[in-house]
């Protein structure tokens, strides 16, 4: 057995939440927010046979769409503060962050 658990974004979690519908996978589902963009997330956290953790894989990859996203940069410097310089810059989100770990036992009570 393995414990997946997915980080995506918010954007990304109704599609993906349908996808393991639709292939009978079971996950519990938890809202989160991203500490770099302090954006809201979904972690999905599943309990899975070994045999199907590449079809998990497949489906949370097939859902989890990148994009660019602009923000405003956070500065510390004094001098980036006093010259008013906080222009936005783009970056790369969304995807999927994925943990993939070993069950060891399993309860149910």
């Given at each position: 057995?393995?414990?997946?658990?997915?980080?995506?974004?918010?954007?990304?979690?109704?599609?993906?939440s349908?996808a393991?519908?639709?292939?009978?996978i079971?996950?519990?589902?938890?809202?989160?927010?991203?500490?770099?963009?302090?954006?809201?997330?979904?972690?999905?956290?599943?309990?899975?046979?070994?045999?199907?953790?590449?079809?998990?894989?497949?489906?949370?990859?097939?859902?989890?769409k990148?994009?660019?996203?602009?923000?405003?940069?956070?500065?510390?410097?004094?001098?980036?503060?006093?010259?008013?310089?906080?222009?936005?810059?783009?970056?790369?989100?969304?995807?999927?962050?994925?943990?993939?770990?070993?069950?060891?036992?399993i309860?149910?009570?």
């Amino acid at each position: 057995m393995k414990l997946i658990i997915a980080i995506v974004q918010d954007k990304d979690a109704n599609e993906l939440s349908n996808a393991f519908i639709e292939a009978n996978i079971r996950a519990t589902k938890i809202s989160s927010n991203g500490g770099f963009l302090r954006s809201g997330n979904t972690t999905f956290i599943i309990g899975i046979a070994d045999e199907r953790k590449t079809e998990v894989l497949s489906i949370i990859k097939g859902a989890s769409k990148s994009r660019s996203q602009m923000m405003n940069p956070s500065f510390t410097s004094l001098t980036a503060l006093e010259d008013g310089f906080q222009e936005p810059i783009r970056v790369q989100v969304g995807g999927a962050t994925v943990f993939v770990l070993p069950i060891e036992e399993i309860h149910h009570f």
